[in-house]
């Protein structure tokens, strides 16, 4: 990369993501500030509360200031304390062992699917103790988990099941939205995200018995909501809560968004598809391998990864493109790899299949208003990268790798 911020061919680098603007944005801020109601829960909060429970047939949607918040709020409807334990896949971002953390609860980290990235449901069960209390299941990049299986077994064992679907929004699995079938499910807005409001999330509630107690929770522990609906005569503190309610004017921006959900879901599974299509000879030559999507799987195409045979490989590509002005990156560290994860007495080698596979995926550019011209320019470079190495000697078996759990 030039100085200049140009490739050394002259070109505008190609960012990791871009957001995307549906048009109708600075109206509705516009008319959230004119109408004296910025604060939160005012008439946008409620319409994309009521777009996202209709579209989704999710019970209660209560809009958050971020993914973050919602599953806090989760964690406390759990009930969860120190002693407790919660299953979670180490393969995630930090929120999702935060919200256990910090309440004092163990995450239990559990094995990753090969092919999907998820939470191995086939593992779960022998990771389950008498302290046993959630299961966090985290749709990797918007690819469901094995939901049925899970469900089954968080009954059986009497435990609450909350899906981390921050990258998931309108995804399904056969047929369900993806947010709608734990207990609880968190969405994110985050302005990297395919939906965006800058910041911004939701709490997903699937079980009536724990509405109330969430909206309280999300508004400082008081039961001020059901002074708004005429309730009560007057509210007060009731219990432990926290300041979840996200700025009126976010989710003008939001609305926006969520109006515009299913032509920026065309687009990106455009996005997807041609990235298929430019990179089949690579991932049928076993030199990468794409994102698998399982069958009664909905995607929402949020991301796009490529799988390599190594981690030096993985780095020597990412270096490749961003000397020329692409900006391909890594994903998340596993969190039992990381100094936190040390301290809650996880090393490097406890599980041995996520690390191999963090260290070997590499994001593409995927965002709305990708150009054809810059993504046959991304396509272009993979494809040089690869005509000048030698293929390996020894292959990983990468188009293999979703049976080898």
Known sequence: MRTDGTSPTGTPPIPLHRPYLAGAELSYISQAITSGCIRGDGPFTRRCAALLEQKFGIAKVLMTPSCTAALELAAMLCDLGPG??????????????????????????????????NLDESRIEAALTPRTRAIFPVHYGGISC????IMELANAHGLKVVE??????????????????GHLGAYSFHETKNLVSGEGGALCCNAPELIERAEILRDKGTNRAKFFRGEVDKYTWVDVGSSAIPSEIVCAFLYAQLEAMDAIKARRHAIDIRYREGLS???????????????G?????????????????????MAYLRERGVMATFHFVPLHASPMGRRLGYREGDLPLTEDLAARLLRLPTFFDLSEVEQSRVIDLVASFFAQRSPTSKRRGLSLACVDL
């Open 84 to 117: 407790d334990e919660v299953i979670l896949p180490s393969y995630t971002f930090v929120s999702t062992a935060n919200a256990v953390v910090r309440l004092g609860a163990k995450p239990v980290f559990v094995e990753i699917r090969a092919d999907t990235l």
């Open 146 to 149: 094995e939901m049925g299986q």
């Open 164 to 181: 981390d679907a921050a990258q998931a929004v309108d995804a399904t699995y056969r047929g369900r939205a993806l947010g709608s079938i």
């Open 281 to 295: 000879d690579l991932e049928a030559a076993g030199r990468l391998r794409l994102p698998a999507i399982p069958e």
């Open 297 to 317: 799987c909905d995607s929402p195409f949020h991301t796009v990864y490529l799988m390599l045979e190594s981690g030096a490989i993985r780095d020597a590509l």
